[in-house]
């Protein structure tokens, strides 16, 4: 899209964008091409999309062909990225720049999907990260690269972290006056005193978004910051018109945006989104007709819910055509004031308190099982729309429905409990308890006959020494025997006669001599014992001989 030389600050903001004041915010499943076109045409000079994911826009070509759905009269436009890595950030930026003017960061997403993937306002701790994500896309890229961001709790860190931006090369700042906790039921008002010191810090264009909500309102953030233009959300939800500064009949913002929806279809839940907010005071009074807008599929389901309620709401406009003083009737476009936090967290005390039994209430005394919710729609419709489906007979021990085919006719968890104590079966809930008991002594049963059957089978064995011995008879009285080992010790042999043994062992060291020598000695003693009873033979033996023979 960009057909001139990249501009920066101010140059950018005037000459490529038209010097825009009235800003729409980007809002995920929110701000597609119908909405933008129907704000346009209301007043807002500058739209952004919604929020993509980088990574996927880079990655994915059908999430990236719908993100960039655009037309002529949607312009100037800006994309927004969330990112947490320079790269993911400058390849989705360099597909989408020649389909916008500027291209933005997301630094203020409070949501839980923002602090699971680590971006939008939960990125804020990391300004290096932040830092290179800028910087490289500014020198990179063809187009500005802008931000928005949401405040800290201490101004100075807020200003500090605006000017880190503008290092960085930031063209175009919007501070949301919110902390990243301010949220939900804890939204409270923005601060606009942070944004104004924000914006006499920063040499470049500055836009406030928070508390927005009518004309009036912008022109009082704009006198009281000083800043460019003001950016706004949840007021344009709610009134689209709202820079035009009217409050114009619902059905005519929702007939528009429809008629929009089918030049430039959109998923139906963004339509179901918008419609719920553009009628969102007459819903809360025409019950049977919010539980259609609910329950629509298709455009044509929204299209009949939206002229059945205008049929309705043009009925009591007639009966009512002025004002009585209490308010904007629900009928007209208007915004949504959301209770304070204080508010809110007595509203969650109360509900949090024990329901007191009302001696009136009849129908809590006839149906003392009824619910707090059953309850509280048999009051405000007069009837319980109750579930059709099969009806289950209570559990005899708790007010749970009881299993069909159950063996003691409870609940599961009482029948689990029931069948344990007493071990017996419940094959319907398919609790065992008395089969795994038979089971387990059957299999022990047949391991003791099998145990029983091996020992009748298996002879008895002598015991096996683990080193055998071998004996070799001698001619004469002398035997010798010797019996190989392994490890270090390699031979024993052991020459008898008699009573007498002698046994020679190698060992190491001084140990073999004194081996050696009780040897030498022992077969001098037999020597002479032999030489003795064979002395009238006179066959004498020696040690050498005894020797040679054991050998």
């Not at 018109?241 to 030049?263: C, D, K, R, S």
């Not at 043009?314 to 009737?329: S, T, Y």
């Amino acid at each position: 899209m960009p057909t001139s030389p990249k501009r920066e600050g101010y140059d950018f903001w005037e000459k490529t964008l038209g010097k825009p004041r009235l800003l729409v915010a980007p809002m995920v499943d929110q701000s597609e091409l119908a909405w933008r076109l129907l704000s346009r045409r209301h007043g807002a000079q500058l739209c952004y999309t919604p929020m993509f994911h980088a990574a996927v826009f880079s990655r994915d070509p059908h999430y990236r062909s719908e993100a960039l759905a655009s037309c002529s009269e949607d312009k100037p436009l800006i994309v927004q990225f969330s990112a947490n890595d320079p790269d993911d950030f400058l390849r989705a930026a360099l597909l989408a720049q020649d389909h916008c003017d500027a291209v933005d960061l997301n630094l203020g997403c409070p949501q839980a999907n923002a602090k699971k993937g680590r971006y939008g306002a939960f990125l804020q701790e990391d300004w290096d990260a932040i830092f290179n994500i800028v910087s490289l896309a500014h020198k990179r890229l063809a187009v500005p690269v802008t931000c928005k961001i949401r405040i800290f709790e201490e101004t100075s860190k807020t200003i500090e972290y605006a000017k880190m931006l503008e290092r960085a090369g930031c063209q175009m700042l919007t501070v949301h006056g919110r902390t990243r906790d301010m949220k939900g039921p804890k939204t409270g008002l923005a601060n606009w005193d942070v944004i104004k010191a924000v914006k006499q810090n920063l040499s470049i264009p500055v836009f406030a978004n928070g508390n927005i909500q009518y004309l009036s309102d912008v022109e009082r953030c704009i006198k009281e910051t000083g800043v460019d233009g003001i950016m706004t959300a949840e007021g344009n939800l709610y009134n689209p018109a709202l820079f035009e500064g009217v409050q114009p009949p619902a059905w005519e913002m929702a007939e528009e945006y429809l008629q929009l929806v089918q030049q430039y279809p959109c998923p139906m839940a963004f339509v179901r989104g918008h419609l719920f907010k553009l009628w969102h005071h007459s819903l809360t009074v025409h019950h049977d007709l919010r539980a259609r807008m609910a329950n629509a599929k298709t455009l044509d389901d929204f299209i009949s819910v939206s002229q059945d309620l205008r049929l309705v709401c043009e009925e009591e406009a007639k009966q009512d055509v002025q004002d009585d003083g209490k308010g904007v009737p629900h009928w007209r476009c208007q915004p949504y004031i959301r209770p304070t936090p204080e508010e809110t967290k007595q509203r969650m005390l109360e509900k949090s308190l024990k329901r007191p039994l009302s001696e009136g209430n009849e129908q809590e005394n006839e149906v003392p099982f009824m619910s707090k919710n059953a309850l509280k729609k048999l009051k405000q419709w007069g009837t319980v729309h109750k579930k059709k489906g099969r009806h289950f007979d209570p559990c005899g021990t708790c007010s749970n429905p009881r299993g069909l085919s159950c063996v003691f006719k409870l609940c599961r968890a009482c029948c689990k409990d029931k069948a344990r104590q007493a071990v017996e079966d419940c094959p319907s809930h398919r609790f065992l308890f008395k089969t795994k008991i038979e089971r387990r002594k059957y299999w022990e049963a047949q391991q003791a006959a099998k145990a029983l059957e091996m020992q009748t089978e298996i002879p008895t064995e002598e015991p096996r020494c683990s080193l055998a011995a071998t004996q070799a008879p001698m001619t004469g009285d002398l035997t010798a025997t010797q019996a190989p080992m392994t490890g270090d010790l390699t031979a024993t042999q052991a020459p008898m006669t008699g009573d007498l043994t002698a046994t020679l062992t190698d060992m190491p060291g001084d140990q073999t001599a004194e081996a050696m020598q009780d040897r030498v000695e022992s077969e001098h003693d037999v020597a002479e014992d032999i030489n003795d009873e064979r002395a009238p033979s006179g066959d004498l033996l020696t040690v050498s001989n005894i020797s040679s023979a054991v050998s």
